[in-house]
């Protein structure tokens, strides 16, 4: 066999394609988890496209600078054999890596992740683009053949081509990154095995064949436990080295849910359900989506301030509110909030898929957070995309709730939930004096946003505030919201009782365990630019005018 | 006519205008189906496979000095028509074809993405083109001049570096998507009508002069029209 695996070809168009395979693969992997971390994937996917382009040119140039005539292609196919290895751990640890840099400081900051990860990228560009240079100007006798040359472009070109249809189609929606991170190291593996086959210098040991043998059981191992392993490495980001245990876990098209529940004085938890729900107030419970926090709260809590604040203010201060629709909030912590008022007669939840809303009726220890408020005969569930509900539904609404998901492609979110089109098919859906609440991220720390927003909703003809919550020092989240009113009237009318009534009762109420405000602004010009899909947050104005925007208190307590 | 020394960064300046048509590609194609994982994993590859095989193309062919200008100038010309209208057809096809279908908010991903597909590769192929004739112009020139090596500025992959970098950070988020694309095409024609000018214009073909001539007839429209184009979408999709 070996004799056999020697007489492949070793400069063959098939070694070109997966020479530009694998990296192009392990590239499109660190873009699609970076921007997963940072949400951001309009300026993270182009910057670490831009500088693998960047450093595979500078391999290749330092590569001929140093050697600028062929070189003889048994010497360069060890060259090329050990940089394909190292490709092959490069590659491997690209997700890993990235993911193991999270440990215990996913709260914190992801700074250490993304500089991991435009490092692997520079290196795995850089030692493509030498493995390449060699590659091309290694003296085979082959190559002087200038058919095969061509040949071996068109390969690398059709990797290319490849490597895009088949991750964005097949690998990325199928297997996930750790899994197609270890498929194709794997295959960037059995690549450098053929190469180091290949090597006409001396026969091959028993030793290298069992160091071979060792490493292809070690690549099948980690496949066959990846899902274990990007569990531990999300549990070790989020919650250190508490242990904790995984109550519940899904897995749909669209979302990816984990659910932990942790004892809050670190111990390992050894009850059985029946003790925990008795003694709820001794834990807390984690979930995430996607990879991202959905929420951390105590297991005891009956409700928490992100969802007080996100309809208390309103149901407390507009009694006439009946009708709500909730779109997302598959969790069950809005609804939860929601039930408690006796006034509302109907909430509707529209959810884009079942992973959350399963978890929620299954599992006990989410029943009793949740307070079974799946379970009240006032709330009606929807499996649908929220912006297609809102097309089909003619229902007038008290109370509109539109709750993003959280992380990853954040900015398009908001373009979608915050354009003039999506806000003009809400106002058709509320009632003549209801209110739309938008949660948002970044709206306040950025007064750019508030004056574009702001100008959106008159487009749409609505009139806006924006509400923030932040939870105390050292707590998880910020939330803020974008508060839509029919008219100024409405407004004015809501601002009046929120500052009269609401302001002073949140001082003694809540005043230990969050802050929250309600800001407004007004408009230099009554018409002009608008959150456009195609053209967002364009602002000229200068930033000194941007802070003169916000006109009115900060009336947080 | 050789093209003068001081126009050798021109290689860097056609990469980086390649590189920037790719990414506003990208950009406009993740705002319509609001997904840029999707978006730019899948265009990323196409577009280079694209390039390349122009490239290919270039270095089979054997064209004189003059041809060779000529091949630049087309394809620079060509890749300004095809990206800059092409970008907003799309999007304005996009938008149509969800008020026809009553399709608001939905991804029309079977419509749109092959529409998509077809305009990455045919800009891939004339940057590529267009790319590979630069490189071989100066290849030949520094020969008749025995040079040898490349400067900083000859390097096309810090063009294209500098291209995707300064649409993602500066054009796209302080212009927008609609000006932004179209500020890079003014550049492009821009530089291509100093190789025009260098090159001796009278000696050029009849249907270059035509096309450089409608190019910036084209170009002028836009200038006046882009306001219209971002309000004409919003307006559209909004029923």
């Known amino acids: 066999m070996i004799t056999r695996l020697k007489n492949i070809q070793t400069f063959s168009p098939a070694t070109a394609f997966l020479m530009a395979f694998c990296p192009l693969c392990y590239m499109l992997l660190i873009a699609s988890r970076l921007s997963r971390i940072f949400g951001e994937d309009l300026f993270v996917f182009p910057t670490v496209t831009a500088l693998f382009i960047l450093f595979l040119g500078l391999g290749n140039t330092f590569r001929r600078t140093r050697a600028p005539g062929p070189e003889p292609g048994e010497k360069a196919l060890p060259k090329i054999m050990w940089i394909e290895l190292g490709l092959t751990f490069l590659g491997f640890f690209s997700v890993l890596g990235i993911d193991a840099f999270l440990f215990d400081s996913l709260s914190v900051i992801n700074l250490e992740a993304g500089v991991l990860g435009l490092g692997l990228t520079a290196g795995i560009g850089f030692l493509s683009g030498h493995a390449f240079a060699l590659f091309y100007h290694s003296g085979s006798p082959r190559l002087e053949k200038n058919q095969d040359r061509i040949l071996d472009k068109i390969s690398v070109l059709l990797a290319a081509g490849s490597a895009s249809l088949l991750y964005a189609a097949v690998f990325s929606p199928a297997l996930g990154d750790i899994k197609t991170a270890i498929l194709i190291s794997f295959i960037n593996f059995l690549l450098t095995l053929q190469l180091f086959l290949a090597r006409k210098e001396r026969p091959v040991g028993r030793l290298w064949l069992s160091a071979g043998a060792v490493l292809s059981g070690f690549f099948i191992a980690v496949s066959l436990y990846s899902d274990q392993i990007e569990d531990k490495i999300l549990q070790r980001a989020y919650l250190g080295r508490q242990p904790a245990q995984l109550i519940a876990k899904d897995q749909t098209s669209s979302q990816r849910i984990l659910l932990y529940l942790a004892r809050k004085d670190g111990w390992p938890i050894v009850e059985t359900q029946k003790e925990i729900l008795a003694k709820p107030s001794q834990y807390f419970i984690l979930g995430m989506t996607n990879g991202f926090m959905q929420f951390s709260l105590p297991f005891e809590s009956q409700m928490d301030p992100e969802h007080v604040f ?99 492609t954040r ?110 602004y007004s408009l230099p010009r009554p018409a002009g630019q608008h959150l456009s899909v195609y053209d967002p947050f364009i602002s000229k104005l200068p930033f000194k005018t941007k802070l003169k925007l916000i006109t009115e208190d900060y009336a947080s307590p | 006519m050789p093209l003068p020394k001081r126009l050798l960064w021109l290689p860097s300046c056609a990469a980086g205008h390649g590189a920037l048509t790719y990414t506003a590609l990208a950009t406009a194609f993740s705002y319509i189906f609001c997904d840029p994982v999707f978006v730019f994993s899948l265009f990323s590859g196409l577009y280079l496979m694209a390039w390349g095989l122009g490239m290919l193309r270039v270095e089979k062919s054997r064209r004189g000095t003059e041809e060779t200008v000529a091949l630049i100038l087309f394809h620079s010309l060509a890749g300004i028509l095809l990206a800059n209208p092409g970008i907003w057809a799309v999007l304005a096809a996009n938008e149509t074809a969800r008020v026809l279908l009553r399709t608001r908010h939905q991804d029309l991903l079977f419509l749109i993405l092959p529409l998509g597909i077809i305009l990455t590769v045919c800009c891939g192929w004339v940057f590529g083109v267009r790319q590979a004739a630069i490189s071989k112009l100066i290849k030949t020139q520094k020969h008749a001049e025995t040079q040898t090596g490349k400067t900083f500025w000859e390097q096309d992959y810090c063009g294209a570096f500098a291209g995707i970098m300064i649409f993602a950070f500066i054009f796209n988020p302080l212009w927008g998507l609609i000006r932004g694309i179209l500020l890079s095409q003014v550049i492009a024609l821009g530089v291509t009508d100093l190789v025009f000018f260098r090159a001796s214009p009278q000696s050029q073909p009849r249907l270059l002069k035509i096309l450089i001539f409608l190019t910036h007839i084209y170009i002028l429209i836009s200038l006046g029209a882009h306001p219209f184009v971002s309000n004409a979408l919003d307006a559209i999709s909004g029923f």
Not at chain 1, 320 to 348: E, F, H, M, P
Not at chain 1, 433 to 458: E, F, L, M, N, Y
Not at chain 1, 481 to 507: G, I, M, N
């Open chain 1, 310 to 408: 996100l309809l208390d203010p309103y149901i407390t201060l507009l009694p006439y509110i009946k009708n709500i629709l909730i779109l997302g909030g598959g969790d069950g912590l809005a609804v939860r909030q929601a039930v408690q008022y006796k006034s509302i007669s109907n909430i509707t939840v529209v959810e884009s898929g079942p992973a959350w809303v399963t978890a929620v009726k299954n599992t006990p220890y989410l029943q009793k957070l949740t307070r079974h408020a799946f379970e009240d005969p006032r709330v009606k569930i929807h499996f649908m995309d929220p912006l297609k509900w809102v097309l089909r539904d003619s229902r007038p609404y008290d109370l509109i709730i539109v709750n993003a998901p959280p992380g990853g």
């Open chain 1, 411 to 520: 900015n398009l979110i908001e373009i979608k939930t915050l354009s003039v089109q999506f806000l003009r098919d809400l106002k058709r859906l509320v009632s003549k004096h209801g209110v739309i609440i938008i949660t948002s991220s970044g709206t306040v720390s950025s007064p750019s946003k508030i004056s574009v927003q702001a100008r959106t909703a008159r487009e749409a003809g609505l009139t806006a505030l924006v509400g923030t919550y932040g939870g105390k020092k050292g707590a998880w989240g910020k939330t803020e919201q974008l508060v839509l009113f029919h008219s100024e009237k409405t407004l004015a009318s809501f601002l009046d009782s929120y500052k009269r009534d609401y302001l002073p009762r949140l001082k003694y109420g809540w005043k230990n365990l969050a802050k929250f405000g309600i800001i407004t």
